[in-house]
């Protein structure tokens, strides 16, 4: 029988770390329970409310793990998961529950990652009450943005999720190839049915096979159990194929193949499994490029990208830059992690950076200052030197070129006068623009805003400044009224 009192729950095998955890939950009130793998789990479901969350640490054996995560596939998905770093499931089984998964804790145990978990905790309880799709909140993103480009995804996501046609996301890195897969899951058919990701690129290639279409017993050594693959885990469902370009060659023809056929052998086995799997494939790799090398199969290619989609850098929707900014920072603020405000001159010239990691670097940097200004107002000379020395780098600088260093600032004219016209053609009127708001913040930072000073560095009069100031938004009221 169930305590009434018992709020948490946790399987851990190491006695210490469990004592530990039970007594810092009974100091927040949350008198917790030390659950052992082969105990009634029905005590999880029997109380009136669900368990406030169940913590999983070490099984004991590879075996024990695989019962747990048996159960833990069973139980009711109001209550959170909280995984420790002793926890020894297996990666598919942490895949398959990764919606109910609210936070991974290392060991030892500390406060600051404790307390980021119990705000997860009740951003999940939360969006549960309000009749959400229960839903990872780190990886489950809106697809932000107005600009023209973010529109187009948009709307080709529309288009395709109600079919059942194969898709490829292309694009760079952190630009949100993975947000947009999963908000085709999301709005397709598919949606209460698994969404199963798998890096191809993350796995060795000689594991890759049986992570993809399970093994049996015996089938290769350490093949202790039979084990099913990802494409069974995701049958009625979607298969998130991400880093498609880096598949080793001989997978690439084992996998054409089960897209041909619709079915596949476990290794190690003759018998054909049929699944009803829809395919979204990902990569940051010029797979055209890919093909020409002899790096990637031109008939696979085709079998994809039946639907191409692909997502554009931030630098290329700069004007994205203030919706994404309140976005990540009201998300901090939903999960309690500081109420951090930007000022509009450090929002434009977060607009005029290169942005090589894309919103995921956007995403960092926010989370970086609301550590470093907790309910603070960002300015300018807040942000880090990169963000404020790359003012001006023209936007068809290519990823990973090198950016001009600060010294370079010296030399606007050359650097204006370098710049590239880029083959999709260029809003002129705009980059000039960003260009001449970036001077003028660079002048009036470097002379602590004193707008007369500012001016004479940029050889202007000061009501010229004071003018272009205003149309830019630009600077405190003092700066924009004083003498
Ligand atoms: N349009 C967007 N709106 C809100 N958040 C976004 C958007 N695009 C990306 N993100 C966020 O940026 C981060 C990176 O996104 P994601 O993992 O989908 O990128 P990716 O293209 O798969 O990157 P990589 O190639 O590095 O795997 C995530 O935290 C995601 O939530
Ligand atoms: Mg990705």
């Given at each position: 029988m169930l305590v009434p009192e018992i709020r948490a729950f946790i399987l851990e095998q190491d006695a210490e770390i469990a004592l530990q955890f039970m007594q810092v939950l009974a100091y927040l009130d949350l008198p917790a329970r030390q659950l052992t793998v082969d105990a009634d789990w029905s005590v999880l479901l029997s109380?009136?409310?669900?368990?406030?969350l169940l913590m999983i640490g070490q099984s004991g054996s590879a075996a024990a793990a695989h019962r747990v995560g048996e159960k833990l596939c069973e139980l009711d998905a109001a209550i959170p998961l909280v995984v420790l770093e002793s926890c020894e499931l297996r990666p598919e089984i942490l895949a398959a529950l990764e919606n109910r998964i609210v936070g991974r804790l290392p060991l030892p145990l500390r406060h600051v990652h404790f307390e980021k978990i119990l705000q997860k905790i009740a951003l999940y309880r939360d969006n549960r009450q309000q009749g959400a799709p229960p839903r990872n909140p780190e990886l489950f993103r809106n697809l932000v943005g107005g600009s023209l480009g973010i529109q187009r995804v948009r709307n080709m996501i529309e288009m395709v999720a109600k079919s059942d046609a194969n898709v490829l996301v292309t694009g760079e890195?952190?630009?949100g190839k993975e947000v947009v897969a999963r908000h085709i899951h999301h709005h397709s058919t598919r949606r209460t049915k698994p969404f199963v990701p798998i890096n191809c690129g993350a796995i060795p290639p000689d594991l890759l096979e049986s992570e993809l279409f399970g093994h049996e017993k015996g089938?290769?050594?350490?093949?202790i159990t039979a084990r099913q693959g990802r494409f069974e885990m995701a049958d009625s469902g979607t298969l998130f194929l991400d880093?498609?370009?880096?598949?080793?060659l001989p997978m690439q023809v084992k996998l054409l193949r089960v897209l041909q056929e619709r079915s596949f052998e476990r290794v190690g086995s003759n018998k054909s499994i049929s699944v009803n799997v829809r395919i979204i494939a990902a990569t940051h790799v010029n797979l055209e490029q890919a093909i020409l090398d002899g790096r990637f199969r031109e008939d696979l290619f085709y079998r994809l990208n039946v639907f191409p989609i692909e997502t554009p850098p931030l630098r290329d929707r700069a004007e994205d830059l203030p919706l994404l900014v309140s976005d990540l920072v009201t998300r901090l603020g939903h999960e309690g992690r500081g109420t951090i405000r930007f000022t509009h001159a450090a929002v434009h010239l977060l607009g005029?950076?290169?942005?090589?990691?894309?919103v995921r670097e956007l995403a960092n940097l926010v989370e970086r200052l609301a550590i470093l200004y907790p309910h603070g107002l960002v300015d300018t000379h807040d942000l880090p030197e990169k963000y404020r020395a790359d003012?001006?780098?023209?936007?068809?600088t290519a990823v990973g070129e090198m950016r001009a260093p600060p010294e370079a600032r010296a030399r606007p004219l050359a650097e204006a006068g370098a710049a590239r016209l880029p083959r999709s053609g260029i809003d002129l009127k705009e980059h000039l623009t960003k260009i001449e708001a970036n001077l003028i913040i660079q002048a009036l930072e470097e002379e602590s805003w004193v707008v007369a000073h500012a001016a004479k560095r940029l050889q202007m009069g000061r009501t010229t400044l004071v003018e272009k100031m205003r149309k830019l938004g630009l600077g405190r009221q003092e700066d924009l009224t004083g003498p």
């Open positions: 109380a009136e409310e669900p368990p406030y890195s952190g630009t089938a290769f050594t350490g093949a880093e498609i370009g880096d598949m080793s005029a950076y290169g942005w090589p990691g894309n003012g001006y780098v023209p936007p068809a």
